[in-house]
């Protein structure tokens, strides 16, 4: 790719990047969001048109190309958001939209490529499954051996590794090695710089719309890519103020849930937080974290066990009462659940404050008070955009989570419930959201925070606790926490 | 005074009490408000061009046959409130649908519920006794309770039984509308008439006129305050905030501690007391009776009018106008030119089509 420039209005997504990818070669794309990694490899795979540049792939220009005509190229692109149908096999999903299978399908015969290619690149995918029983990480083998079986020289590889565990992880960084060996060539999109560093040859970082830096992986370290990434050094640790905390907040006895699957199931869960004090969960995704915390918010009813806040019991209260008593929620989930990306700004600031003055007037809404409050958290969080009025999908993902943590955080809860508040965001904005978490705890506010990354646990928890299997360990002093043991709780095996 | 836009958004956040016609300049200039105001018209442009078609086709001119229509619609006092009565239903119901399209709701039992509400009306007004002022209210107020309850009836089997509001409400409409011709041809309908039909109500209990000596009546009134009322409602109330929630996101909506149920609930009352007060104001200032079929599709016509105002509540009046006038011309232009007057049909149709295109276009655009 040579030169490509890309302006949406007045913003320059990409102005004159150069990106070369050599056969077998694995080349991460770094960058924080908004630095335009997205728009290029949309140019890449034909899903916008460059205001100009050229694609040139395996010495043949390609021009107003589409998606269709990138993948018949030998261009593959897996998504974050994967295109697999839930009720279809591995096989349908695979024969779907895809001219070779034939106008007669060969289910078989597409079958056993399937298996041919699993076996080929260590992808352990079995084509008879319903895509709907399947992990994540599965999932996305399946995206990859649909890419594979069409024929993909070039693997477009967007974020790979934001929904997967630990184990997964290393299976896929194994598949781009198999991949490789094949003479594939990848493009690793990544924020994980450990993942970056160990899977790649040589990384292009992104910054602002243009190329910051190319280095050989050999010539990198974790330090000087990140400090590409920003321009700043983000290697200072976390400051956290002596910890003083004070009575207990929050109590949770024998929270149980027990039907639903097994990853949707919460055993005899008990703990407390204190305010003041910050319990970090880890654990690998699908545990039952996301249930711990829709039923600690009131989103789903508790069937077994008691929740309390400040001595009064909430375990039958609803969102609107417990949000009343001071307790905050963060769901992990911003594209339709924690924003509205078609709501402005302000809607979203004032999305779960509606019933309450200053923004309710009896049954009205105050719409003086919804500016006012919109233009305050605006100010406090750094909200970037040029009014209120703008819709919440046009802003970056660091500037949506700052309206979703300024609209939470500025309630001045008493007690802030996290659930993977970092996700997908570039370490800038994750920072700015631990920032304020550790204000808030400072400031006498009771945190949960529920993570799979467990750096992040490990940096910001007084108290480190771990969910596996729907159960949560005890939590322990951040003092007195055995890495080890962590791993082995995380596992299952402990 | 006029302000480049970027400078009008920034006084709109520097100024929240910024003079009326600032911020009038500025939702028109901003809002895709205006953007899907001319998509409409174009999109209605376009229907007649496509419309000319056929006509020319035919062997007539469509410029004289929508002269015909046109005069048909405007050509005198008559023919404008003969246009405004007929535009009245699809006001009140269109506003109900819009409100449901916002909260994510898709009711289609508009037939049923204006059905409903005629129904109620008419045997209230035929059988209550009392001061006829009184007896006229209480008619459109029973109209609206039944429209209500018709709705109602189909919001429950959506939220007990989870079976889609599309079918719930589609098909309680056959129900409503049989329920409305077993009342004619049994205890309500008119003896010896040989037509399914009540008796005519008292001149008393009808609607006023609004202008002597014309046939509009106050329906229209009510049809406008509704939609000036429906748009504060979507716009500036807390309810209003949780349809728009909901339509936004259903699991935003949980997060925020909107009550699917009780807000599902709540909107279909709403859309169905409007259908029902749509009814009761047909039968009692337009029909003065009950008559089978009177309704002639006003509940799906009302979708498409919905939907060509984006589901926009003041956006409805000018859709449903629209529709009002050219049913109005209709019948002059087949008179007049011989060109049947079937092709409004076609005209309403295309319009549809070609907006919904014009929006599934710009949505195509914004996604790249």
């Known amino acids: 790719m040579h030169g490509i420039v890309k302006n949406y209005g007045a913003v320059r997504a990409n102005r004159g990047v150069d990106l070369i990818v050599a056969e077998g070669r694995v080349v991460g794309l770094l960058g924080e969001n908004g630095s335009g990694k997205s728009t290029l490899m949309k140019v890449l795979f034909g899903m916008i048109r460059p205001d100009s540049g050229r694609v040139v792939f395996a010495g043949r220009v390609l021009t107003d190309h589409t998606p269709r005509m990138a993948i018949a190229a030998g ?64 999932r996305q083998r399946v995206e990859i051996v649909k890419a594979i079986l069409r024929g993909s020289k070039l693997l477009i590889l967007d974020e790979p590794t934001s929904n997967l565990s630990p184990p997964e992880v290393a299976g896929l960084l194994g598949v781009i090695r198999r991949l490789k060996e094949q003479g594939h060539s990848v493009v690793f999109i990544s924020h994980k710089l450990p993942e970056v560093m160990e899977i790649c040859d040589e990384v292009v970082v992104l910054r602002d719309g243009a190329v910051a830096g190319h280095v050989q992986i050999a010539d990198a370290t974790q330090e000087s890519l990140a400090r590409m990434m920003v321009e700043r050094d983000l290697s200072a640790p976390v400051l956290r103020k002596n910890h003083t905390p004070g009575a207990v907040v929050l109590t949770v006895e024998g929270l ?80 339709s659940t924690s924003l509205v990306p078609g709501f402005t700004i302000a809607d979203n600031l004032a999305m779960r404050d509606i019933d309450r003055p200053p923004l309710a007037t009896g049954p009205f809404l105050n719409a003086t008070a919804v500016r006012q409050m919109a233009r305050t958290r605006m100010a406090a969080c750094d909200i970037r955009a040029s009014n209120p009025d703008v819709p919440a999908s046009s802003l970056s993902g660091g500037n949506q989570q700052k309206i979703v943590i300024a609209r939470e955080i500025g309630r001045q809860p008493k007690v802030l419930l996290a659930f993977q508040p970092t996700w997908g965001l570039d370490p800038g904005a994750a920072r700015f959201v631990i920032d304020q978490i550790l204000l808030l705890r400072d400031a006498g506010a009771a945190v949960l925070y529920v993570s799979s990354e467990l750096g992040e646990v490990l940096t910001l928890g007084d108290q480190i606790a771990v969910m596996s299997g729907g159960r949560l360990s005890s939590p322990a002093p951040r003092g007195t926490v055995d890495v080890t043991r962590i791993g082995m709780l995380m596992a299952g095996a402990a | 005074m006029l302000l480049p836009d970027s400078a009008v958004q920034s006084r709109r956040v520097a100024e929240p009490y910024a003079a009326w016609n600032v911020r009038v300049r500025h939702h028109i200039g901003n809002s895709a408000g205006m953007q899907s105001a001319l998509r409409a018209i174009v999109a209605v442009l376009l229907a007649f061009l496509v419309t000319s078609i056929p006509i020319l086709m035919s062997g007539k001119s469509p410029l004289i046959a929508y002269w015909s229509l046109v005069n048909g619609a405007f050509g005198s006092l008559d023919h404008i409130a003969f246009a405004l009565n007929k535009s009245t239903p699809y006001i009140l119901i269109a506003v109900g649908i819009a409100l449901c399209f916002r909260a994510g709701i898709i009711n289609i039992g508009g037939e049923g519920q204006v059905a409903a509400g005629a129904l109620a009306a008419s045997w209230v007004a035929l059988n209550a006794i009392g001061p006829p002022f009184l007896v006229m209210i209480l008619a459109l107020a029973s109209g609206v309770a ?53 008796p005519m109500f008292d001149d008393r209990v009808c609607l006023p006129k609004l202008l002597a000596g014309s046939d509009l009546h106050v329906g229209l009134v009510i049809a406008l305050i509704v939609a000036v009322i429906a748009q504060i409602l979507l716009w500036r109330t807390r309810f209003g905030f949780r349809l728009r929630l909901l339509g936004g996101s259903r699991s935003a909506a949980d997060y925020a501690g909107v009550s699917f149920a009780s807000t599902v609930m709540a909107v279909m009352l709403l859309s169905g007391g409007l259908a029902g007060l749509a009814g009761a104001t047909e039968v009692l200032g337009v029909h003065y009776r009950l008559i089978e079929g009177f309704s002639q599709g006003f509940g799906f016509t009302a979708v498409a009018v919905a939907l060509l105002g984006a589901a926009d509540p003041l956006a409805v009046v000018p859709a449903a106008l629209f529709f009002g006038f050219l049913q109005a011309g209709a019948l002059a232009m087949q008179r007049e030119v011989g060109v049947p007057s079937s092709l409004v049909f076609v005209i309403q149709g295309l319009s549809i089509v070609f907006a919904l295109s014009a929006m599934a276009l710009d949505r195509g655009r914004r996604r790249v």
């Open chain 1, 75 to 138: 261009i593959g692109m897996i998504h974050q958001h994967f295109t697999l149908v839930d009720a279809m096999t591995v096989t349908e999903n695979v024969m779907l939209g895809w001219n070779e299978a034939g106008g007669f399908l060969k289910p078989d015969r597409i079958a056993r490529k399937i298996e041919e290619a699993s076996r080929n690149y260590g992808l352990a995918v079995n084509p008879g499954d319903v895509v709907a029983n399947l992990s994540f990480g599965q």
């Open chain 2, 146 to 198: 039944a429209g209500a309850i018709w709705a109602g009836l189909a919001a429950a089997i959506r939220l007990a039984r989870g079976v889609h509001e599309v079918l719930s409400t589609l098909l309680l409409n056959f129900v409503g509308v049989l329920v409305v011709s077993a009342a004619l041809n049994g205890a309500m309908g008119e003896q010896g008439s040989g037509f399914p039909q009540s």
């Open chain 1, 256 to 335: 149980s849930r027990c039907d639903g699957p097994a990853g949707q199931q919460l055993h005899d869960i008990t703990f407390t937080v204190r305010a003041g004090e910050i319990l970090a969960v880890a654990g690998v995704d699908g545990n039952g974290q996301r249930e711990l915390l829709d039923c600690l918010a009131g989103i789903t009813a508790v069937k077994a066990g008691r929740i309390r806040l400040d001595g009064a019991d909430i375990t039958r209260k609803n969102v609107r009462q417990r949000l009343e008593l001071g307790l905050a929620f963060i769901p992990v989930d911003r594209a």
